[in-house]
T-cell receptor
Framework: GAGVSQSPRYKVTKRGQDVALRCDPI?????LYWYRQALGQGPEFLTY??????QDKSGLPNDRFSAERPEGSISTLTIQRTEQRDSAMYRC?????WGTGTDTQYFGPGTRLTVL | SQQGEEDPQALSIQEGENATMNCSYK?????LQWYRQNSGRGLVHLIL?????REKHSGRLRVTLDTSKKSSSLLITASRAADTASYFC????????????FGKGMKLTVNP
């Protein structure tokens, strides 16, 4: 079916506000990943899920960041009390989840977050 | 932290020429993937090579992997203006979760 979709594509918010970023993976994909990409850099891992289980959240920078995937499909990345340093492109990816060494991750278009 | 390092960081060539980009990494891997990012657009997967493979082809792309040197190269043959983009290598580390660790990327400019 369609590729990975993310919404909103652009989000401008004021410092201190909470934001929720949504990711809709490719239908049937077991694994879902969140990355953050600063300008001029490669994406950096934040967290990932297999089905609804959060497998690794070692990349979340602090406890203001959280993610969920309650029904094993759509995922939401929430940033509380946003700070200017949170401004970045937030990218979601999904993969079939067949296992290590075989999986291609397909990326969505990203959400550009700007914190004023 | 980023593991891959692409080299060179920027490359400018003429249409029709070949472009070679290199990637070095630090830890043992399960696979290495190359992605392309056009200006203002998403990351597009190009090719995946597993740790037990040495070379792989896809259209005008040729990827090699040398696990003893912890390095990979991406060759684009007969380049086109549309190949202008940033290219990233990303590794799936052995023994870790299935996250990808990306390099900083390499900017390729193909002049018409």
């Amino acid at each position: 079916g369609a590729g990975v979709s993310q919404s909103p594509r652009y989000k401008v918010t004021k410092r201190g506000q909470d934001v929720a970023l949504r990711c809709d993976p490719i239908s049937g994909h077991v694994s879902l990943y969140w990355y953050r990409q600063a300008l001029g850099q490669g994406p950096e891992f934040l967290t990932y899920f297999n089905y609804e289980a959060q497998q690794d959240k070692s990349g979340l920078p602090n406890d203001r960041f959280s993610a969920e995937r309650p029904e094993g499909s759509i995922s939401t990345l929430t940033i509380q009390r946003t700070e200017q340093r949170d401004s970045a492109m937030y990218r979601c990816a999904s993969s079939l989840g067949w296992g290590t060494g075989t999986d291609t991750q397909y990326f969505g278009p990203g959400t550009r977050l700007t914190v004023l | 932290s980023q593991q891959g390092e692409e080299d060179p960081q920027a490359l400018s060539i003429q249409e029709g020429e070949n472009a070679t980009m290199n990637c070095s990494y630090k830890t043992s891997i399960n696979n290495l993937q190359w992605y392309r990012q056009n200006s203002g657009r998403g990351l597009v997967h190009l090719i995946l090579i597993r740790s037990n493979e040495r070379e792989k082809h896809s259209g005008r792309l040729r990827v090699t992997l040398d696990t003893s040197k912890k390095s990979s190269s991406l060759l684009i043959t007969a380049s086109r203006a549309a190949d202008t983009a940033s290219y990233f290598c990303a590794t799936d580390q052995q023994g870790g979760s299935e996250k990808l660790v990306f390099g900083k990327g390499m900017k390729l400019t193909v002049n018409p």
